[in-house]
């Protein structure tokens, strides 16, 4: 008999604590009551926290957890959690199982491992977990035993933030708000609520475990300190949306199913630019469930590729040469009853709001560029951006042809009189749909505008997608606070849209570029128009510092001076602390695995030479004699170069310098030395038998799986 066929819609969502879940199981007025509670209507009370963790815990246990945790998002980029066993002891020495309101509303986690950049030394080391009610509960499977898991934010005992979460919910309600204020003055009446929907692309890299295990430098940082690619390198592109091998399809159904069972609509996944690099899309959701599932997604990523002997590597360039990984965050807004903000409308009222709401956006990239390029920073993404490949580390904005036309017609006043009907017209007629070829296809661009939505293409693969969109939401926010201001006073809504559009793009337009960001010639040009350019994390990093940076973010209620200067300091230390590691591993690869392997090929090599001469006096050894020379040359190059690395970073590291001006050294100092052992290295791994070589190659890694 035939397999019964897998459902997925019996199991989608089928580990989800979801909204329908507690329709079906709270009483009505509990589920309206948590409704409101959602959507920022009410304030949580303990006595509905009660009702709640009742219906919860029966459905954790009915799916076999026995332990639950809150899990939060500390500044790390990545998530933790601390369990605890449903298990209570009763009176009479027996136990029962309970899960309290307060347990569900509250936890404290040992904050003091996290980082928190200075806010616990200057007030309390405690921190708190807190439910966060918009994002729901779930059951994550184990072989041990599952776990319930319930999304929480982090915050410390005065209530700074401590997460990514926190702030990132704090700037989806400053987007709210300011959105809404420009919809009222614009006349519309029916939309309550605006959501910032994220769709994010996850890129990764897959390879074999047994190689994996092999690379003390993949294993400890991400990335491969050394190595090269193979002459069959990523030009002959076969590998883009080429056909998926067998081993791969088999990850990426389990895979699949795990993120079904938790309601997280894994849709798209091919083959990317690289070799065994590939994608995986999600279907759009709210900024903060799309970060949460974001997470949740990178997490089952690398448990289910273990149990298919593969690793999955999220690290932005883990590999030298080879294309590397991003996310691509999709992002728009929409109202509470379906309305795109982003989409070009039906009629000229809504094309009028349309480019108001386009406008404002790309107003916020090129006022705030530095913060959006900031909040892509990382040590990892500094090989990534500004490398060789998309996108480049100039922030611009892609309209198409299309749209910039119109933009450039309305900023010059001649929006009323087209000659041309593939153009917009405001305030007379219909914007006909965009010509879809029209949006980005050479792809180089940092933030394209794709059709309805915006896409952000910086974001860093290994880290969390809440930055970006804190950014993005808190600095459109801001732009449209000050639209706002000029349209609640306004005696004639449709000349003072059409005003504010017209100066936001005289203002502004040096940041639209249609072109190949790739190039040289745009790099000149961008500098031109004073656009900034930030190539390293350390560069952009003290924009979080400026007066403008606290003001904007205090003016929208997002983080406060004090919660931006920890920030700051997470950062600066986390991108010393990430090359210091790498630098480490890089000094011990060298010593004790290439130079080691080196001479003793050498040796070999020699002593066989030896021997031949013997037999064959009159052998001509003058080539081989090159070789080996060239390999001596290069061992004792990597010997010193490494041994001036491995002293500097110790110096580094014990000097007394402030924290910054150390970092600043390990951009100026560690990663050049560690480029010099890296071309030493290289050049041996060109000259030593593979049989000799003591890690495996890119060829290994990168085409066999
Ligand atoms: P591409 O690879 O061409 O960029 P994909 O289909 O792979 O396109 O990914 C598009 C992503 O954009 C998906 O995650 C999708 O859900 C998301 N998306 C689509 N429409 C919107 C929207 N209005 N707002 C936010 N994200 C969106
Ligand atoms: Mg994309």
Redesign the pocket.
Known sequence: MDEEPFSIITIYGSNLFSNSVMRERLPRKVFEEIRDVQKGNIKLTSALAENIAVVMKEWALEKGATHYTHWFQPLTGSTAEKHDSFIEPSTDGNVFLDFKGKSLLQGEPDASSFPSGGLRETFEARGYTAWDTTSPAFIREEEEGSTLVIPTAFISYLGHALDTKTPLLKSMKALNDQTMRVLHALGNRTSKSVVV?????QEYFLVDRKYYEKRPDLLLTGRTVFGSMPAKGQELDDHYFGAINNRVKSFMHDLNIELWKLGI?A??QHNEVAPNQF?L????NSANIATDNNQIEMEIMKKIAGKHGLVCLLHEKPFRGVNGSGK?N???I?TNDGI?L??PGDNPHENMQFLLFLMSVIEAVDTYAPLLRASTASSGNDHRLGGNEAPPSIISVFLGDALTTILKRIAAGKDGQPTDDEFIQIGTSNLPSLNKDDTDRNRTSPFAF?G??F?FRMVPSSGSIADANITLNTTVAEVLSKVADRLEVSKDIEADTKSIIQDSYNKHHRIIFNGDGYTQEWAEEAEKRGLCNFPTTIDVLPELQKQSTVSLYENQKVLSKMELDSRYNVFVEKYTKEINIEAAIMVEISKLQIIPAAVSFAGDFSGSLVNSKKIIMDLDISTEKKLLSEIHKNISGLLSITEILDKQRNTLLESNEEDYQRALQYKNKILPLMEEVREYGDALEKLVSKEYWPIPTYEEMLFKL
């Open positions: 929907n994220v769709g994010p692309e609509s849709k798209t994608e899309a999600n279907i759009y691509h999709n992002w728009s929409g795109n982003l989409e794709t309805n939505r896409e």
